[in-house]
C-alpha cells in the first residue's frame, strides 16, 4: 500500500510556488497583513500570566511563513512546521528578506518534530481538515504547551475543501473533517483538553480574506 504522506507532500510541495497569491495566504494586501497582525496581537500579544511578554510560539502547517512572520515581527520566538519542503524554503525566505529570525523544520504538524520543547502558544491555521486523525494531533499540540499555554486555531467549514484550485490528494473525502469543521465540533473536541476556551467569529471581516466570505470562519482559542 503506497503511504498517503507521500502525495500529501507532493501536493503541497506542487502548491508552494501559487500559494501566496491567495490574500490570506501571502498578506500581500497593506489591509489583509494589517488585518492578520491585528487579530494575531489579540490572540498572542500576553503570556500565560498576562504580562507582555517575548513568547515562544509553534506555527504548525506554517505553509510559506505569513503568520510566521507576523510574530516574528512582534518580536515572538517562532518555530514553524511543515510537512512540504518547498513550503519551509519559501517560509525561511520570507523571514530571512525581512530581516527576520524564525526556525522552520520539515514535518508532519501533527506530530510537530520539536522533542521535549514546550511553547508560550501553538497556532495552526486552516489545517486540521487535511489531517486523518485530527483528535490525536490536537492531544499532541496540547501536549507541547507549558501550564498556562494557549491553542489558537484559526479554523472553519469551507464550501470547498482545498485550498487551491486543484483536486486534493485521492482518498481525502474520507478525512473526519475533510471540507472543513464547524466551531461547535472543534469547540466539543478540545474543550475536554483545556482549562477554558472560547469562539471568535471571523467571517465577517473582510480584510481578513481580502474580501467577504459567506462561509463559517472562526478562531478558537483555549487556554491550558
Known amino acids: ?10 501536493y503541497w510541495d506542487a502548491a508552494a ?17 494589517a488585518a492578520w497582525a491585528r487579530v494575531l496581537s489579540s490572540w498572542v500579544s500576553a503570556g500565560p500570566s498576562g504580562v507582555l511578554d ?36 519559501r517560509a525561511e525566505a520570507k523571514l530571512a528578506a525581512a530581516g527576520r529570525s524564525g526556525r522552520f523544520l520539515v514535518g508532519d504538524a501533527a506530530v510537530p518534530p520539536t522533542g521535549s520543547e514546550r511553547y508560550d502558544v501553538l497556532l ?23 501550564p498556562g499555554g494557549r491553542l489558537v486555531l484559526v479554523e472553519g ?11 486534493y490528494v485521492a482518498g481525502a473525502a474520507s478525512l473526519p473533517w475533510y471540507g472543513g469543521v464547524t466551531a461547535a465540533d472543534l469547540a ?26 459567506s462561509d463559517e470562519r472562526y478562531a478558537l482559542i483555549a487556554r491550558i
Open 1 to 10: 500500500m503506497s503511504d498517503p504522506t507521500v502525495a500529501i507532500t507532493a
Open 17 to 33: 510556488p501559487t500559494f501566496d497569491d491567495e490574500p490570506d495566504h501571502g498578506l500581500r494586501r497593506a489591509d489583509t497583513r
Open 54 to 89: 517575548v513568547l515562544d510560539v509553534l506555527d504548525v502547517g506554517c505553509g510559506t511563513g505569513s503568520l510566521s512572520l507576523l510574530l516574528a515581527e512582534a518580536g515572538h520566538r517562532v518555530t514553524g512546521v511543515d510537512l512540504a519542503p518547498r513550503m519551509v524554503e
Open 124 to 146: 495552526s491555521r486552516h489545517l486540521l481538515w487535511t489531517l486523518p486523525d485530527p483528535d490525536a494531533a490536537l492531544r499532541a499540540w496540547v501536549a507541547r504547551l507549558r
Open 157 to 167: 467549514r469551507w464550501r470547498e475543501a482545498g485550498q487551491s484550485g486543484a483536486p
Open 188 to 213: 466539543a473536541a478540545v474543550r475536554p483538553l483545556v482549562a477554558d476556551l472560547r469562539i471568535e467569529p471571523l467571517s465577517g471581516d473582510p480584510e481578513l480574506w481580502g474580501g467577504p466570505v
